[in-house]
């Protein structure tokens, strides 16, 4: 096998220390020889092994770590350096023989011979607006677990408030729940501070509040209160950041939220994690196997074993999900039409992955090209498969028992 780098290094990183690979040529012709040295993971270290590489005029250097572990490392040496950081699965070692010495040895033979293919790092800008909108998804997620705290504690005083309300969020349950907590008991006159939308419900909350609420669940309701107030401030002051980090890329933002499905926050989501700059990704497609929206590769002997998606991005999947779900209520857009003609033949959940992946290819073009959505219409398959459509109404009128005859219109009538 052809060597594309003479000179490569091979780097396994944890929490404390790295293992570090360099192969160069060794002293006769056609040899090379390895060296494992071990760096730990502090800055002066890894500025000691930056400049060792340089003097071994190492030409690529490929790393793989757990979790984070690998950005200290990669932000300084590819200040100076040809890095590449790889996926493990992508790296694997040889079965039973798994040591970090063995993996950055590996790691070295594989980028000498260019057997690897490089992660995406998106640029400094595109890192920082994706922590903050990585954070805002997880205090999203923090705040829903609160509420979930809160419905366990009045479940245990036996009050049934989310059995007749939406949800704890709402402005009607806010209302009772400090009502409850400022030591209101009376079940009609907690009934009564809900929204006036909810007259019809009266009776049902009546009979929901009635309960045995304690000066103790009072404290605990209180607790998970203040707990969702404090989240909502956090939230309101990252967003407002997330404006100001998103400004330079507020022309792609505006672009995508004319996508069908597409919010502001869907759309901030999408730019944080694959970046406004689709020249990262070759095609479309690439960009839809990088997220993990589009069937698997599992085949052999001619037998696919599995088409699963791959995990891909959990964060861009997330926001991708709610546009498709929201997609799938609407009925106004060629993008409903088609989850619907996809869910009647594969399901709701095959349905929502392919207008995720749908979404993923507009997104590309549109950002490649420099231009706005283009509605098709909720007519664009009959338009281009005029016969398919007539055979779909024909074969509905015979199952409703009728016998249609069609007689065609005169030309330019319609």
């Not at 997620?141 to 705290?149: C, D, L």
């Not at 857009?333 to 749908?358: C, D, F, P, W």
Request: hydrophobic share 40%; net charge positive; aromatic share 6%.
């Amino acid at each position: 096998m052809d060597i594309v780098h003479d000179r490569a290094a091979g780097i396994d990183i944890s929490k404390r220390d790295a293992k570090v690979c360099v192969r160069i040529p060794g002293a006769r012709a056609g040899t090379f020889s390895k060296t494992v040295t071990t760096y730990g993971a502090t800055t002066n270290e890894i500025l000691r092994l930056r400049h060792n590489l340089e003097e071994a005029a190492v030409t690529v250097v490929a790393m793989e770590a757990t979790g984070d572990y690998w950005k200290p490392f990669f932000f300084l040496l590819d200040e100076t350096l040809n890095v590449e950081l790889v996926n493990a699965k992508q790296a694997k070692n040889i079965p039973g023989r798994k040591t970090d010495v063995s993996d950055a040895t590996w790691l070295a033979e594989l980028a000498a011979h260019n057997l690897l293919r490089a992660s995406f790092i998106p640029p400094e800008e595109i890192r920082q607006l994706r922590d903050l909108t990585r954070l805002r998804a997880n205090l999203i997620h923090e705040r829903t677990r609160e509420y979930a705290r809160m419905e366990k504690t009045l479940e245990g005083s036996n009050i049934k408030l989310s059995s007749v309300t939406s949800t704890l969020s709402t402005v009607s349950a806010r209302r009772i729940l400090d009502a409850l907590v400022s030591g209101e008991r009376d079940p009609q006159i907690l009934a009564s501070l809900a929204h006036t939308s909810m007259i019809k419900k009266s009776a049902a909350l009546t009979e929901a509040l009635t309960g045995r609420f304690t000066d103790h669940h009072a404290f605990m309701v209180k607790m998970h209160l203040d707990r969702v107030d404090q989240i909502d401030q956090a939230m309101t002051v990252l967003e407002t950041r997330i404006d100001e980090v998103m400004e330079p890329f507020s022309l792609a933002r505006e672009l995508l939220m004319t996508i069908p499905g597409i919010s502001k926050n869907v759309a901030n989501t999408l730019i944080a994690e694959a970046g406004a700059d689709m020249t990262a990704f070759p095609t479309a497609g690439h960009l839809a196997s990088w997220a993990g929206v589009c069937p698997g590769q599992n085949e052999s002997a001619g037998r696919v074993s599995s088409a699963h998606t791959r995990p891909g991005n959990h964060y861009l999947k997330a926001a991708l999900g709610i546009a498709a779900m929201s997609i799938s209520r609407s009925k106004t857009t060629y993008l409903a039409v088609k989850y619907r003609r996809i869910q009647s033949h594969a399901g709701a959940m095959r349905a929502v992955v392919a207008i995720e992946n749908s979404l993923l290819v507009i997104a590309w073009n549109m950002l490649t090209k420099g231009v706005a959505y283009e509605e098709l219409g909720v007519d664009h398959y009959d338009r281009t498969n005029p016969e398919r459509a007539r055979r779909r109404l024909l074969h509905r009128m015979e199952s409703l028992g009728y016998q249609p005859i069609l007689t065609p219109l005169p030309t330019g009538t319609t």
